[in-house]
C-alpha cells in the first residue's frame, strides 16, 4: 500500500519543490530557534550580569560604611577623600544597576523602589555622621553610627537587596527554562522533519534514475531506429547504384550490338558504292566525307560505350583501366594527370565504385578546377582497406558549402559508404582539391535474411 502511495508521488513534477519546500522549513526552525534561543541567553547573560552588579552595589555601600566609620574615629583628611569617592561610586554603580533591571524586565516584576529608598536612607545617614563629625560633633556621630537605627537600617536594607536578586534569579531560570523549551521544540521539529526530508529526496532520486533510464532507453531505441533507417538507406543506395550500372549496361549493349551493326552495314555499303563504275563526277569525294562522319559516329558511339560500361575495367583490370582513364583525360586537359596505381585486389562492385569516383572527380577537374597537374593515386591501406585518392592543385572551393548534387561528388560518398567506406573532401579557396576515399578490401558481411529493397 505505501509502495503505492509513494510511486505515483516520485514520478510527479511536486518532489523537488516538496524537497526545497522541506529544507527550508528545516532552515527556517533552525533560523528561529537560533534566534529566540540567542536572545533568550542574552537576556539570561544580562540578569546575572544585573544580580552581580546589585551585589556590586552592596559591597560599594559596605565600603563607603566603612569609610564613614574609618573617618569618624580618626577624622584625617584622607578619609574624608575615601568617604567621599565611596560615595561615589556607590551612586554610579547604583545607577547602571537599576539602568540594567528597567532594560531586561519590562514587565516590571521586579520593583527596585524600596531599594532605592533604603539606599538614599543608608546614604544620607552617613553623610549626616560625616557633617557631623566635620562641625566636631564626632562623638555624637559614633553613637548614632552604631544605634539601634543604623543596624535596623542595615538588615532592611540586606533584606531588600536580597529580595531584588531573587526575583531577578526566578527571571533568569523563567528564561533558562524558556531556552530549554526553545531547544527542545526545535530538536522535535528537526527529528520530524529529517525522515519526511530524506523521504522527499529519495523519492527526487527515484525519479532522476527513473528519468534517465527512460532517458537511456529512448536513447537506445532512437539509436536502433537510425540504425535500421541507416541500413536500409544503405541498401536502398546499392539498390540504386547497381540499378543504375544495369541500366548502363543494357544501354552499352544496345548500342553495341543495334546502332553497331547499323554502322557497319552502312560501312559495307559504302565500300561497294566505291566499287561501282562508273561514278558521277564528285560522287567520289562526297562518298569520302560521308564515309568520314561515319568513322566519327562509329569512334562517338564507342566513347558514349566507354563511358556507359568501361570495357577496359573488365577486361584489363582496375589498375589498367584507371591508367588508360588517366592518359585520356590528360590527352583532353592537356595538362599531366600522374598516376601512382599499385594492384590491389577488391570486390568487383568496390571496383566499379572506385573508377566512377576516379572519373566523376576527373570531370570536376575539367570543368571546374582550371589546375596545372592532377595526381591520382591507388594504394592498400591498413585495417584491410584500399585508399584512393585524386589531387589537383586548382582553384579549390569551401568544402564546408558543398550541396546535394554540387560536383556529383556527395552523390559518390553515399556510393562509396554503401560499400562500408570513407569519402573525404578537403578543399579550399586557392588551395586545390584533395579527394580520399577509403574501402574495404571485401565487401561488407550482409544478413543474407535481411529483406532486400524494393
Known sequence: MLKGIIEPVARTRFVLPLVLAFALLGVAITETTYRGAKATMNNAIALNDARIKFKELLQSLSDHEIATHIYLLTGGLPEAERHKETGQKVRRIQQEAFDLIRRLDSA???????VRTLIDKQMGSLDAW???????????ARRHSVGYTSLRGREEMRNAFDDVIERTAAIQLTARVSLYDALMRSRLGIHMLMPLTVLAMMLFVRSLREADRDKEEEKARLAALVDERTANLRELADHLVTAREDERARLARELHDEMGGLFTAMKLEFSRLRRITPMPEGAGE???????????????KRRIIENLRPSSLDQLGLAPALELLCNDVAATLGVPVHTQVEPVRVAADVELTIYRLVQESLTNISKYAGCSEVTVSLRPADAGRVE????DNGRGF???????????????????ES????LTIRSAPGMGTVVTALLPVQPENRDASAPATA
Do not use: K, N, P, Y
Not at 108 to 114: L, P, R
Not at 388 to 391: L, M, Q, R, S
Not at 419 to 422: C, D, R, T
Open 419 to 422: 560499400h562500408a567506406g570513407a
Open 130 to 140: 560625616q557633617q557631623l563629625a566635620a562641625t566636631g560633633q564626632r562623638e555624637e
Open 388 to 391: 584512393v585518392a585524386i589531387v
Open 398 to 416: 569551401d568544402a564546408a558549402s558543398l550541396r546535394v548534387g554540387r560536383h556529383g561528388l556527395l552523390g559518390m560518398r553515399f556510393r562509396v
Open 108 to 114: 516590571g516584576e521586579v520593583s527596585v523602589d524600596a
Open 286 to 300: 562526297r562518298l569520302a566525307a560521308v564515309d568520314a562522319r561515319l568513322s566519327e559516329g562509329i569512334a562517338l
